[in-house]
């Protein structure tokens, strides 16, 4: 099976001699639920903008969806990132005063889809995160969770391939961040790849995959199987 | 993958919809120069098609014929007392009249005014057809005719009554003109072609030669001549007047001096055009620097939309769109008020408002030049954030 993503030997040095990731080899498959762990600084972040072509590595290649991302140009690469990834962050990225369905029909905005047919779309992603009822909600009228969830139909709407989320619960109270991981294991039973970036162990053991971070390298990648 | 026009437009616009104070502000920049220019270029052509319609109602075609300078002899210059029925055989000339000044005269409101306080008026002797030609109009009573013309009558300009103090015409109204009591049979309405005869007092030509011993001689001729053939008549108007001494005759055209007075206004154009041409630039120095305070604030923002697949083009393009529909509501709302203001302006003065199309589209090709030269920048240093580095931004 092709693998969704796959980084080879990559490396990630930033201006000043800080060197984020540190040689990393990997490969995530389709269907699966990836937890990426470590300690602030030891390079998560920088991690998953690797993986979702948000920065070029320094070293190494990485390859999404069978594209080898180094030798796509700017142009081809947005395609691509618009096509198979779907990110979730930890601030939810909702402009002030944007209705909720607006915020999500944004995520197939740069897909080349007809306004009506984006809402369309959009009131099904919101329904299924569960917020049929907060359509024309604006961030501020939504709770912390709500908005979460408002990201991650954004994220959704297009169908990603696979979804990257960064410390997705890292702004949310317990009850609401359960929530939140709730919905990333549903769209994981649906099919979808998830990896989650977060320092809380806790969610991490939850879940089939886990990646360990320190200092920018991969010191665990284990597959636990709870069940 | 392009996004449809309509998603540009959208996405441009969305950006403005948040902010509506910081748009208003910025807009009013663009919008005060824009209105500055068109309202100056609208004043002026209102001015000119006034101008237009006074000399359309008045004729461009009226000549005057007045004796110059003597050349050879110390005598003043005349013309011949002949010259109007020799001006009347020119073959495209379709009117002709004249009056001939007295200047041994005055008029006074009656005989106990103290002589020398004669308010300017002159007093001319005015041929019966003198009304057609020169475009003038009764304001009150009526013009003299062949029985008037004979005896003690006299028709005043429109500000000769004012300073005479005469109201209205009638058969008991009398003016105290060359030592005779004179009838007030008629005031004139201004003459915009003629103004020296709005501050004179006109009476028949035989009774200025019977009670004011007139000589006879004409001192202006008015004539009309087909307009495409009015060159061809000035040129010989001079020897056909006074073929004795055609050097000593002065030809000129009324109309022209009317011309001449309004352009002088402008001067004053090219000064509030500049004034103009100064606030846009300040105008598109506020979109400019919104822009960049914007792309500033908005990085987040433009690292989600990396994320969502946008490409460097298209965060460009988003942001030369807002810029540009911010300019371009400045320049509508900037036209709108330059209309206003030349409406407002038209209308105290009584002239009909004219807003030239090509002002007004110049005035929004100029707003489109400001709003993507302001643009460009802050929309390249938009696109040129790499998507992580805007996401982490503060």
Same mark, same amino acid.
């Given at each position: 099976m092709t693998p969704v993503v796959r980084l080879e030997a990559v490396s990630k040095r930033y201006a000043g001699r800080v060197t984020a990731v540190d040689g990393i080899s990997l490969s995530i498959g389709p269907g699966e639920l990836v937890a990426v762990t470590g300690p602030s600084g030891s390079g998560k972040s920088t991690l998953l903008h690797l993986l979702g072509t948000l920065d070029r590595p320094s070293a190494g290649s990485v390859h999404v969806a069978g594209h080898d991302v180094s030798r796509l140009s700017d142009r081809r690469l947005s395609d691509v990132r618009a096509a198979t990834i779907g990110f979730v962050f930890q601030q939810f990225h909702l402009a002030a005063g944007v209705p909720a369905v607006d915020a999500v029909a944004d995520g197939l905005l740069y897909r080349r889809v007809r306004h009506a047919e984006r809402r369309r779309r959009a009131v099904a992603a919101l329904t299924r995160v569960g917020l049929a009822q907060r359509l024309d909600h604006r961030p501020h009228e939504l709770s912390g969770g709500e908005q979460q969830r408002v990201a991650i139909a954004r994220a959704v709407v297009g169908e990603p391939a696979v979804i990257?989320?960064?410390?997705?619960?890292?702004?949310?109270?317990?009850?609401?961040?359960? #929530?939140? !991981?709730?919905?990333?294991?549903?769209?994981? #039973? &649906?099919?979808?790849?998830?990896?989650?970036?977060t320092h809380d162990h806790q969610i991490a053991g939850n879940l089939p995959r886990r990646l360990e971070l320190r200092d920018g390298r991969l010191v665990n990648d284990s597959i636990v199987d709870k069940r | 993958?392009? !996004?449809?026009?309509?998603?540009? +437009?959208?996405?441009?616009?969305?950006?403005?919809?948040?902010?509506?104070?910081? %748009?208003?502000? =910025?807009?009013?920049? +663009? #919008?005060?120069?824009?209105?500055?220019?068109?309202?100056?270029?609208? +004043?002026?052509?209102?001015?000119? /098609?006034?101008?237009?319609?006074?000399?359309a109602r008045l004729g461009t075609n009226l000549l005057t014929v007045a004796p110059g300078v003597p050349i050879f002899s110390a005598e003043p210059a005349r013309l011949p007392t002949e010259a109007v029925t020799m001006i009347a055989r020119i073959g495209p000339v379709t009117s002709v009249t004249a009056v001939g000044d007295i200047p041994e005269a005055r008029v006074y409101r009656n005989d106990h005014v103290p002589s020398g306080q004669t308010g300017a008026i002159a007093v001319l002797a005015a041929r019966l057809d003198l009304l057609g030609p020169v475009g003038a109009r009764m304001a009150d009573g009526v013009w003299l005719n062949e029985a008037t013309a004979q005896y003690p009558a006299v028709v005043l300009g429109a500000a000769a009554a004012d300073r005479l103090g005469v109201a209205e015409s009638g058969i008991r109204v009398q003016v105290w003109l060359g030592g005779e009591w004179f009838t007030v049979i008629g005031i004139l309405d201004p003459v915009p072609l003629v103004p020296e005869l709005d501050s004179a007092a006109l009476v028949g030509w035989p009774a200025a030669q019977r009670y004011l011993d007139f000589d006879g001689h004409p001192t202006t001729v008015y004539c009309r001549a087909d307009e495409d053939q009015i060159d061809q008549v000035r040129s010989v108007l001079a020897a056909t007047a006074?073929?004795?001494?055609?050097?000593?005759?002065?030809?000129?055209?009324?109309?022209? /001096?009317?011309?001449?007075?309004r352009a002088t206004d402008r001067t004053f154009t090219a000064l509030l055009l500049g004034l103009g041409a100064v606030a846009l630039v300040v105008g598109g120095v506020g979109v400019a620097n919104t822009m960049v305070i914007s792309v500033l604030e908005r990085r987040a923002e433009i690292g989600l939309r990396r994320t969502l697949g946008a490409t460097r &083009?298209? +965060?460009?393009?988003?942001?030369?769109?807002?810029?540009?529909?911010?300019? #371009?509501?400045?320049?509508?709302?900037?036209?709108?008020?330059?209309?206003?203001?030349?409406?407002?302006? *038209?209308?105290?003065?009584?002239?009909?408002? %004219?807003?030239?199309?090509?002002?007004?589209?110049?005035? !929004? *090709?100029?707003?489109?030049?400001?709003?993507?030269?302001?643009?460009?920048?802050?929309?390249?240093?938009?696109?040129?954030? =790499?998507?992580?580095?805007a996401l982490t931004a503060p």
């Open positions: 990257l989320a960064d410390e997705p619960t890292g702004n949310l109270d317990t009850a609401s961040g359960a #929530a939140v !991981l709730d919905l990333l294991h549903d769209l994981h #039973a &649906g099919g979808t790849t998830v990896v989650v970036v | 993958m392009r !996004l449809y026009p309509a998603d540009t +437009i959208r996405v441009g616009a969305a950006g403005l919809r948040t902010r509506p104070l910081r %748009v208003v502000l =910025s807009a009013l920049g +663009i #919008a005060i120069g824009i209105a500055a220019m068109v309202s100056v270029v609208g +004043i002026s052509t209102s001015s000119r /098609a006034d101008l237009d319609r006074i000399l006074n073929p004795e001494a055609p050097l000593e005759v002065d030809v000129s055209r009324p109309s022209d /001096a009317l011309t001449a007075k &083009g298209q +965060i460009r393009s988003q942001f030369l769109v807002e810029s540009l529909l911010l300019s #371009a509501l400045g320049g509508a709302g900037g036209v709108l008020l330059g209309i206003a203001v030349t409406a407002t302006y *038209a209308t105290t003065q009584g002239w009909p408002t %004219v807003v030239p199309a090509p002002a007004m589209a110049a005035g !929004l *090709a100029a707003t489109l030049v400001i709003g993507s030269v302001a643009g460009l920048y802050p929309a390249v240093r938009a696109a040129r954030l =790499s998507p992580a580095e």
